[in-house]
């Protein structure tokens, strides 16, 4: 993809780049038995160097002179979300899905994923969705301002194709307007991770609420109190500086028993959810 979004850069018969995944899925996320491989071996080097590699590309995508549109027209988990995040522009069918499950493999988002999406749909959507892994329709993902057009499958390319080429940047991020909105940004902007994984926030009887804490609770926890750390210290700091966070807590995380524990019941495809240990 690196050296692909290089050539079309320096192709000057290229005005507008865009973006898709060929078959039913857009990117569903990176390879946990190459990671699974590297813990194995103690090489975490490796998987340094493949989220420097990452990095370059996501931050490549994200500084293009040429305008960059994501084609979203099915599953997209983990890197996908990434990758859409560094683009100018996402345009979804009703069949796109978009997911961050990191925090349910024992680690955390390492592409960006804790920096460019509070700064696209703001702090508490972000933890919302990082902390419970939920995966949101394309519908679901316009309302919280992640997708910037959702647009018939049938119609998906094409409109791509015409917003690579529209000068416009990208739009601002859409308020959260609907009450279960508001209140979800809410309750995630003003409560610790541990707390919420430990069902010791009050709710105030909303369901949704409830529901979200219940999901929080099954994730890893030194993994959620990276995730909430990467979020709330970049936010506060550049683009640049945040993303170098995540960048250096790799070796961190995937050194913890939690992360082989998480990354092996995924990888083995495992029914139910893997039990954390805290380490």
Excluded at 90 to 118: H, W
Excluded at 221 to 235: K, Q, T
């Amino acid at each position: 993809m690196q050296q692909a979004l290089h050539d079309v850069v320096a192709d000057p018969n290229v005005r507008g780049i865009v973006i898709g995944g060929e078959g039913k899925a857009f990117v569903v996320g990176a390879d946990l038995g190459f990671f699974l491989r590297n813990i194995e071996s103690g090489n975490l080097e490796r998987i340094v160097q493949y989220t420097r590699a990452g990095h370059r590309l996501m931050n490549a995508i994200d500084a293009c002179p040429k305008r960059v549109v994501a084609c979203v027209g099915g599953v997209t988990l983990g890197a996908g979300v990434e990758i859409a995040l560094a683009c100018d522009c996402v345009v979804a069918s009703p069949r796109a899905s978009f997911g961050l499950p990191e925090t349910g493999l024992g680690i955390y988002p390492g592409f960006g994923g804790t920096q460019r999406t509070p700064r696209k749909i703001g702090v508490g959507l972000a933890k919302w969705l990082i902390f419970t892994g939920k995966t949101i329709s394309a519908s679901e993902a316009h309302k919280v301002g992640l997708v910037d057009h959702v647009v018939p499958h049938e119609q998906l390319e094409a409109t791509a194709r015409s917003r690579a080429l529209d000068a416009t940047r990208h739009a601002a991020r859409a308020e959260a307007t609907s009450p279960e909105l508001e209140a979800i940004e809410r309750f995630f902007a003003s409560n610790r991770a541990d707390e919420l994984r430990l069902g010791r926030t009050d709710t105030r009887n909303n369901p949704t609420l409830a529901r979200a804490m219940k999901l929080v609770a099954a994730k890893g926890p030194l993994a959620l109190r990276l995730s909430e750390r990467l979020i709330d210290e970049g936010s506060r700091q550049s683009l640049e500086a945040g993303l170098q966070m995540e960048i250096d807590h790799v070796v961190e995380i995937f050194s913890t028993e939690d992360a082989y524990r998480g990354l092996s019941f995924r990888a083995g495809r495992q029914v139910g959810r893997p039990e954390f240990a805290g380490r």
